[in-house]
Every structure is written in structure tokens, then in C-alpha cells.
């Protein structure tokens, strides 16, 4: 399998060029006479002024004020979590069944991962992608944060590191999931795509350090990867920075609730209904003096050999009798008489390599996929 998965990456990047260069070179330190001019200022203006209007600049430490709570999610009503999530795209549960001593005992497991040697992480965890240990000083990404990708069973390649708590972890975060894309497919009036077949899906528990350096930069600790929904254990009171439809947001779960995130892929599912989460939440620290700190996010995702597309209502699909996943390819649309498709159907793994190697923070990568309208086809033709 390693293997295979080697060859479709090797061929997957000289489809797409490879991964996308490194930015520019920070420049040189000048004497100090440059700063004791006037025109320092200026210069600075103009370069803040050339940024992106939506740029985040890390600061030493931002105050709670500035973050909001998210809206609390139960799962005890469909229509509750439908229109938290189709409006903002994440809530927080409260009323779930993961034991707070779980999370604690996981989240010690995934600290003592990065204390092994680089050679160990590199041995124990090789990169099998999406799978595998990535980023850090040495590493050719970049310089971003430190790590982990491991499927929900936290398979390791060291017979001697038994990491038992955060895989019970992983799936008690992935039973939950599964549960809550049932309910909100069924709020959609969607057949559940899923359904009760373990090959139709896969999770990736992904553990990453939390860096003061990355402060408000959602993405920049570890890159992106396409999901259905994502899930987050709040063990301490900590803040997280989302790149929702809205843009950049900063939000503050209560202790022991599980932040909720949408991901693009139930934004497809959805036919545009639903508003979601670039990326995992990242966990910011205020300054290089705070505690050590990771974030451990549970993303339940597709196979690599998935095809994604909007779904057709449960009413289409009862009337013609017809398997689901054998009519949302002879369909390829979605929604009853009179609705539009918002997207096209496109290859799912064609698409998370360019959305994890491209690392797209400004530019939602879901829009090659929009459908244009008969409107705008008419204004540009």
C-alpha cells in the first residue's frame, strides 16, 4: 500500500509541478542609519499597504475579548444543527459522551511523541500521504509546525510506542462524527452517503504544535485537508483561529466542549448549503513564553479514490428505486425540480494533493468547481 501511494505521489506531482515554492526571502538587516531616517516610515506604510486586506499579522498576545464563543450545538435536535452549521459553519457541542479523562490521557500520549528523536518520528511515522509525521526547523515545509497524520487506529510502525489512549480517542471523536453527518444529512433531507460501510470514509487524527510564531495564521501549523467535518476536544481554555466563509475568525470554546468544524466537502454534499471551515482549527499560544500546547483534530474524510459531487435529495432517490452512489453519478446534480447546481463533481484526490501542497490561504479552492450561471455566462459571453 506504501508503495503504491508512493508512485501516485510521485505521479501526482509531476501532474502538478510539485509542491509550490517557498515565499520570498526575508530581507537583510540594514545598518542602523537606515532607521534613523524618515523615510523608514513611509517605506513601512507602503508595504503594510500592499498586503492582503484579509491578512492576519501574528501579535504577542491578543485578549479574549477578541474572541468569540462559538453557538452551542445539541445534538438532541436536527434543526438545531442545521442552522448552526449553515450559517457559520462550526459550533461547540456540549452534551457529548467523551470522557474528559480520555482526552487528558490522549493528549499526554501525543505530547511524548514530540520529545522522540527526529530519526524516531521519521521511523515510526513515515509519510504515507496523507499519513505521517511532517514539518518542524529541519523539514522542507517551510518551517511549519510539527506534525502527526495518523489514521483513527494511531498506527505506528514501532513495535515498542502503544499509543492506546489517543486511539480510543480517535474513535470515540469518529463515532461521533459519524453520528452527526447522519443527522445533518437527514436535516438536508440527504441520504447519508456513508451509510454503515467503513470503506466509504477514513479519519485522520491530526496532531500539531501549537507555535506563537503562527499566532492568527489559520493553516500555517501543518496545511490543509479536505473533510467532511471536523472535530476538536477543548481540554484547557484555549483560543482557535477558523478561515470561515467570512474570513478569519478567532473563537473560544468552553472547557470540555468539542468545537465543531464543516469542511468542504459537506459544503459540496450540500449543493452550497451549508457555510464551512478551510482547514483545521489552529490552536494559538500568546508569546514564546506560554506552556507548551498542541491541538489534537479528528477530520472525517473520504478514500482517495472518492468522487465527490452534490447528493440527490432521500425523495429522488426513493422514487426510482436506485442505488444512491449509482445515481449521483448518472445524475451528477442535486436538490429537487427547479434547484441548481452550486457545484461541479471532481476527483477527490486530485483535489486534496493541490489543496495540501498549494497550502491556499487567500483563495477558496472550491471555486474551480462553481458552477457558472446562465446569468454570468450571458454577462461574459
Avoid at 73 to 93: F, K
Avoid at 180 to 197: C, F, Q
Wanted: charge should be negative; include cysteine; hydrophobic fraction near 35%.
Amino acid at each position: 500500500m506504501a508503495s503504491s501511494a508512493h508512485k501516485q505521489s510521485q505521479h501526482l506531482t509531476n501532474l502538478y509541478g510539485g509542491a509550490t515554492s517557498a515565499p520570498p526571502p526575508t530581507p537583510a538587516t540594514h545598518s542602523n542609519d537606515l532607521f534613523s531616517t524618515s523615510d523608514t516610515a513611509d517605506a513601512l506604510s507602503r508595504l503594510l499597504h500592499r498586503l492582503p486586506p484579509n491578512l492576519s499579522l501574528p501579535t504577542r498576545r491578543s485578549s479574549s475579548a477578541s474572541a468569540t464563543c462559538p453557538p452551542t450545538l445539541s445534538l438532541s435536535s436536527q434543526n438545531d444543527i442545521l442552522s448552526c452549521v449553515s450559517q457559520l459553519g462550526y459550533a461547540q457541542l456540549t452534551d457529548h459522551s467523551v470522557p474528559s479523562e480520555l482526552a487528558n490521557s490522549a493528549e499526554s500520549e501525543a505530547l511524548a511523541l514530540f520529545d522522540l528523536s527526529r530519526h524516531q518520528k521519521e521511523s515510526f511515522f513515515p509519510n504515507n500521504w496523507p499519513l505521517g509525521y511532517g514539518g518542524g526547523d529541519d523539514d522542507e515545509e517551510d518551517g511549519f509546525a510539527e506534525s502527526f497524520r495518523l489514521d483513527s487506529s494511531c498506527t505506528t510502525e514501532s513495535n515498542e510506542l502503544t499509543l492506546g489512549s489517543l486511539r480510543e480517542f480517535a474513535r470515540a471523536l469518529e463515532n461521533l462524527g459519524l453520528k452527526i453527518i447522519d443527522e445533518l444529512t437527514n436535516a438536508l433531507g440527504l441520504e447519508n452517503p456513508l451509510g454503515n460501510d467503513p470503506a466509504r470514509f477514513c479519519s485522520v487524527m491530526w496532531v500539531t504544535e501549537c507555535l506563537a510564531s503562527h499566532g492568527n495564521k489559520p493553516g500555517l501549523s501543518g496545511g490543509f485537508y479536505p473533510f467532511i467535518i471536523g472535530l476538536q476536544y477543548q481540554i484547557r481554555s484555549q483560543k482557535h483561529s477558523l478561515l470561515s466563509d467570512s474570513g478569519s475568525v478567532s473563537v473560544l470554546p468552553h472547557v470540555d466542549s468539542i468545537l465543531l468544524t464543516v469542511g468542504d466537502i459537506a459544503q459540496v454534499w450540500s449543493n452550497g448549503k451549508l457555510k464551512k471551515v478551510r482547514g483545521r482549527a489552529v490552536g494559538t499560544v500568546g508569546d514564546e513564553n506560554d506552556s507548551r500546547s498542541i491541538t489534537m483534530s479528528l477530520l472525517i474524510t473520504l478514500p482517495t479514490e472518492s468522487n465527490v459531487a452534490p447528493l440527490l435529495p432521500k425523495a429522488t432517490l426513493e422514487s426510482n428505486n436506485k442505488d444512491p452512489k449509482e445515481e449521483a453519478e448518472e445524475e451528477n446534480n442535486a436538490g429537487g425540480e427547479g434547484e441548481e447546481r452550486v457545484f461541479n463533481s471532481f476527483d477527490f484526490e486530485d483535489y486534496a494533493w493541490r489543496v495540501y501542497h498549494e497550502r491556499i490561504l487567500f483563495k477558496d479552492p472550491l471555486d474551480r468547481y462553481r458552477v457558472t450561471s446562465k446569468l454570468e455566462l450571458s454577462l461574459t459571453g
